[in-house]
């Protein structure tokens, strides 16, 4: 119930439909030139200039394309991690070495994705990363992202937190889906960073 006065947030399910339904109208175009200025953008933060070892993702659909930023880290010599998804939604971890490491994985009837075809490193590879890169849907002037609601990535920021391990947390976005506020939860871990087309905005350590 929203306190008086104060109008009720609209929930994450509702949010996530609108988002997606705003990417769905996107062209190919659209999402592979936004992929090369997010790349461009993403290159200048001094967290991925000095970082050695890179936890991205490929992305998918509509999603602000990767394999730009994908490329341009592995040329850089970076040590790029990419998941795989497991049967319980948790992550995996392979190395990328190039397009063609990349085999298209269907899980059910939800999706087919793109997952390292090499050696798996097991789940707690990520903790050993300098940068995360986060997909979602949006950002909030807090950091605080939402995601699509697979938990797969609550996984991963839980086990970083267990880990004591501190990478630097940044989400991949279009310019319009950095918002004023998204609802968040306790276990919910805000970003320092997110980038987009456009640029890059930072967010205050809480």
């Known amino acids: 119930m929203s306190q008086i006065g104060r109008p009720a947030e609209p929930d994450k399910r509702t949010l996530r439909r609108d988002f997606l339904a705003v990417r769905s109208r996107l062209t190919a ?95 707690d590879a990520v903790t050993t990363a300098d940068v995360v890169l986060l997909p979602g849907l949006a950002v909030d002037a807090r950091g605080m992202r939402l995601g699509r609601g697979g938990g797969s990535y609550d996984r991963v920021l839980a086990r970083l937190e267990r880990a004591d391990a501190h990478p630097a947390l940044v989400v991949l976005l279009y310019d319009t889906e950095v918002v004023e506020r998204v609802p968040a939860e306790a276990h919910d871990r805000p970003v320092q960073a997110v980038v987009t087309p456009s640029g890059v905005r930072r967010f205050p350590a809480p």
């Open 29 to 123: 175009d659209d999402v592979r030139e936004s992929g090369v200025a997010l790349a461009d953008r993403a290159l200048l933060l001094p967290e991925l200039a000095r970082a050695r070892t890179v936890a991205a993702y490929v992305s998918v659909g509509s999603e602000p394309g990767t394999p730009a930023l994908l490329d341009a880290l592995r040329a850089r010599g970076v040590r790029v991690l990419l998941p795989a998804l497991l049967p319980d939604n948790d992550l995996d971890w392979g190395v990328y070495t190039g397009e063609g490491s990349l085999a298209p994985v269907r899980h059910g009837a939800r999706m087919t994705l793109l997952e390292p075809s090499g050696e798996r490193l097991g789940p």
